[in-house]
């Protein structure tokens, strides 16, 4: 795959330099550690909410910066945890003396630099909360939900973080709704293609021209079986089907739904996903309260999608309505 | 290139209904004419805005009706114009008595259908004006503007005729206004590799594996010259350098500028463009007042990118700070 870059070795610092330029009205960089972005107005008060991970799933993370979503971004390498210089300096900046919850995807990396942060921002004084999100299906069985992946529900989770936190929920209670919701989301994708590393020029995995694989991970990891791509709707009913399997819906249940693209998936292939994924809904007598169809977490070029839901409840229904506005992500 | 498809001749209507499932907040589907979408809330006595073109530039154009956008979309086939059906449908739709405004691309098929249209509304006693979008540098010469293509900078024109319909611009004032937008409006783009139609399985064009081509259509037209694949800096310079030689920007100028990406193009690589495009913006003392970054305009999966530079004035201004609350384009 051909890509537009200058130096390899550069290409996350341009980008998150890219994107400072481009949006200064979200976010600002921070100087002293260039891959720290920090929302640009800071609501008085409030528990600061502190995301981050891997470059290469742009417009995540940097893009979930802003009202209603995080108040911080820890920038990493491509598909690599960020260290916790940065994740230390978002944490000082977005402290305002009620705490920081970390939110981010159950990685073993992100996991590691993130508790190395916690530990060093108490010793600053600041106490911290951890939320790892876990609602990738396809990742580990359900006895064992606690070795799951984060991979597309990250942003629903980010929005009821962000939302919960401007709502003025301290941080228990934030750490405590943020990890109701991952409870109650579930994500299910499918890889069509690959991506291609910038510093390698070489595909991150194979498939044949002929073949899809369930439940590949985001940056790669292996999936839960091979087989040959199967029609859209035929895809939709096995993903959604392996959700609905989990989340135990009921006639009169509320969800919120999110079909994401990997990145080279076009709109027209998720409306179409969508629309079977909507109908398997609607015929059990489950309403969608709201609906995502983009891309709003890439693996860069990757082809495939997949489907996200969450299970509401009034709470969370409040918090998924709350006004977001931030780049990737605006809710009037 | 694998897609995510059911049948291959059904592609854009089932589309449309997962676009219409997705988000009724916006849009609904006219039931006498399922291609035509039209604003679920009109401001009441406003002239009506009407786009349309063909599918395969998801969001493009369904995601531009709402809030500060277009009241009415009529999609047609795969690159392909709507025909007259769902334009009059549309047209009937929005029209409160003042009028409607027609604004989109400078193809012959959309000129062809919209004109028939304008005669179809004229009978029904409707008043059109018609703006047609040619903001494509690479299409034809500067001494024959009125045989550019329309691309990327469809967007931002679409916003311009949102923003001033709502605020009570009158038809004609409107048409003019969105005609001095056009005029200040200009895109180059390039493209590095093809898109696959889902009817035929077959990719548009051929681009060898170090070749990208300067100019090259959003549907595949030939462009101004094919070369071996540059820096993201050098195409940044290539792609906004035509685009200056015609704007004439001086020092202390306004300017939008759109980074868009024609589909599987990362949004790191569109962040190292705009990166690289800002910085020669700024160091000819030109500011920039608003910028978007991603894929607002696609040909499905083709590789590419392109930049769009609007030449502000304070009545565009004005128009382009206006809320927007669409599904592709959501702005406080």
Known sequence: MKKLLNDPARVVDEMVEGYASAYPQYIRQLASSPRALVRRELPPGKVGVVIGGGAGHEPGFMGYVGQGFADGVAVGNIFASPSPGPIVAVTEAVHQGAGVLYIYGNYAGDGMNFDMSAELA????????????????????????EKRRGIAGFVLLFKMAGAASELGYNLEDLAAVCAKANDRTRTMGVALSPCTLPQTGKPAFE??????????????????????????DEVAERLLGAILGELELSRGDRVAVLVNGLGSTTMMELFIVFRKA????????????????????????????SITVMKLDEELEKLIDHPADCSAFTQA
């Open 122 to 145: 108490a010793m600053s004084g600041i106490r911290t909360a951890t939320v790892r999100i876990t609602d990738d299906v396809a990742s580990a069985p359900s006895a064992q939900a």
């Open 207 to 232: 498939l044949a021209d002929d073949e899809m694989e369930i439940g590949l991970g985001i940056h790669g990891e292996p999936g839960m079986e091979r087989g040959k791509l199967a029609t859209a």
């Open 278 to 305: 909507a109908a398997i809904l609607t015929e059990r007598g489950v309403s969608i309260h709201r609906s995502y169809v983009g891309e709003y977490v890439t693996s860069m070029e990757m082809g495939g999608c």
